[in-house]
T-cell receptor, first 114, second 113 residues
């Protein structure tokens, strides 16, 4: 039972355009969500997070949107740059239970073409 | 501040052997979580340690175990290695866990032959 799903295995966008990565979840008890970027053979690098009490969080070129009623979150990257090419994982946490357990999606490979 | 460090970075073992991986969290972080990444299963939670106690555990067999020391450094051990244990093992640290960001180390690539 996959509680966090990233249904698009890959996404290709042109440099300068917007990249939108999507993530769906099934457990309504998740209260903290994160996006990580990962290069092969490296650990995930934290990008941005959002608490379930918010519907939007912005950090530079990265914005995360949370739609709790749809159990859906998305990561927007504007403008996209070739260096953004990587695998992006969304992750969810039962933060209120105060445990360090993240449930990850399967990842979306983003390719930004120059 | 130094990031999360993991040793060794690469390891080759044979079936039936055991292995111990080490993780040093960011200074001041007391929660350490371990994850396994494989092509087929993605990133899966193994267990989390906080103040030297295992606080949460994923769905892995008892061959996978861990511990945490008083300085928050953590080790994980896999006994009786199987071919399917070949994976990237990642540890992540946070201050106390919960509604916080976890910061990952570079991982240990384990190959079981």
């Amino acid at each position: 039972d996959q509680q966090v799903k990233q249904n698009s295995p890959s996404l290709s966008v042109q440099e300068g355009r917007i990249s939108i990565l999507n993530c769906d979840y099934t457990n309504s008890m998740f209260d903290y969500f994160l996006w990580y970027k990962k290069y092969p053979a490296e650990g995930p690098t934290f990008l941005i997070s959002i608490s379930s009490i918010k519907d939007k969080n912005e950090d530079g070129r990265f914005t995360v949107f949370l739609n709790k009623s749809a159990k859906h979150l998305s990561l927007h990257i504007v403008p996209s740059q070739p260096g953004d090419s990587a695998v992006y994982f969304c992750a969810a946490s039962l933060g209120s239970s105060n445990t360090g357990k993240l449930i990850f999606g399967q990842g979306t490979t983003l390719q930004v073409k120059p | 501040k130094a990031g999360v460090t993991q040793t060794p970075r690469y390891l080759i073992k044979t079936r039936g052997q055991q292995v111990t991986l080490s993780c040093s969290p960011i200074s001041g972080h007391r929660s350490v979580s371990w994850y396994q990444q494989t092509p087929g299963q993605g990133l899966q939670f193994l267990f989390e340690y906080f103040s030297e106690t295992q606080r949460n555990k994923g769905n892995f067999p008892g061959r996978f175990s861990g511990r945490q020391f008083s300085n928050s450094r953590s080790e994980m051990n896999v006994s009786t290695l199987e071919l399917g244990d070949s994976a990237l093992y990642l540890c992540a640290s946070s201050l106390v866990g919960g509604l916080e960001t976890q910061y990952f180390g570079p991982g240990t690539r384990l190959l079981v032959l």
